[in-house]
Each structure stands twice: as structure tokens, then as C-alpha cells.
């Protein structure tokens, strides 16, 4: 027996209502490219439209104009999504409550998550969206998720509740010295102003 190994996600589909209210929220409010659409090749009767959430995965969302808008909060049930998080910059991270203002949109303000920041509100459907940003870039050659196994395995060693900065900042510090070589037969930290 062997796996079926993944490399990434391929996209997600969703099910919409309108074009419009699809178009307005995917590319008007995250600004997510619309770059293209065709029937729903299962169900001729929807239209299938397709958004780059940034890097170069899709997004894509079935439509239907005889469908409406509901903004009741979609099911939390088992099975079902939770939420989708999007990734977003530490810059932009800091104008999402501004920006989710300015068009009335209820959102959860700013959440503290130890590794990341994220902010929460629903999509005109129901559907919890998190808008995410790292606080910390992986060192070459690695990725996030690389430096969030290191820190899971520190946090854990060191008896914390949470991944926090200090496990983020060791982790990385793992990281780069496992992928750089040095001349130098010590690698341990040290003092350069000791007093001599």
C-alpha cells in the first residue's frame, strides 16, 4: 500500500450566489484577479468562476443567478469548512480593520496569534474568511512550514501553552544553521563586548 502524496493545494471551490456579489467580494474587496470563466462543466446550468488568491493557485466559485444572497453564517457542522485563510502582508495587515470599516463589514479587530496575526469576518454568504500575516519570513531555503514544526517541537520540549515569538525566533536560528556551513569550529553564542 503508499500514499498519494499532495504537493500543495490545487484550489478550493465554492458554491456562490450571483456573479456580481461573487466578482464584488473575490476581486472588489480581496482583490483577487478574476481571470476567467466558463460553465460548470457538471452542471451546465452555473457558471464557473475562477480567481488567483496570489500565488498562482485558484479560487474558484460556482454561480448561479437564481440564487440569492444569504449572509446567515455558514454550517459549522462536521464536515463542513470552517473557515478559509487567506494570506496577507504585515502592511496590509495593518489596514484591514480600516479597510473592513470604510464598507461597514463586521469583523472580529485584530487577533493575537502568537506566530501570526489574523483578522475574521464573513463573506456576504455566511463563510468565515481570515485574513492572516506571519510575522516572521523562514530563512533560505526553507518554508513556513518548516519553521512552525521546529517552533510546534520547541514549544512542546519547553512546557508553553502556544508558539510564541521567542520559539519562532529559535527555530529559525535551527534552521539556518542546519542549512549554512561555517568555517568556524563553534557555533555557540557569544559575547563580543565582554569585558576583556
Known sequence: MRKIQTQGVHHITLMGADRQTTIDFWEGLLGMPFIFDQPNLDNPSESHLYFDPGDGRLITVFCDENRK????????????????????????????AKRLDERGIRHSGHKDRGFMDSFYFNDPLGLTIELASYRF??????????????????????????????HLADAIEILATRNRETLSEDRAPKDPYRAS
Open 69 to 96: 444572497v444569504d449572509p446567515a453564517r455558514t454550517s459549522t457542522d462536521v464536515g463542513c469548512v470552517h473557515h478559509i485563510a487567506f494570506s496577507v502582508s504585515q502592511a496590509t495587515s495593518k489596514q484591514v
Open 137 to 166: 519570513d523562514p530563512p533560505w531555503g526553507y518554508t513556513h512550514a518548516h519553521v512552525l514544526l521546529e517552533a510546534h517541537k520547541l514549544r512542546v520540549a519547553r512546557g508553553d501553552y502556544n508558539i510564541q515569538e521567542e
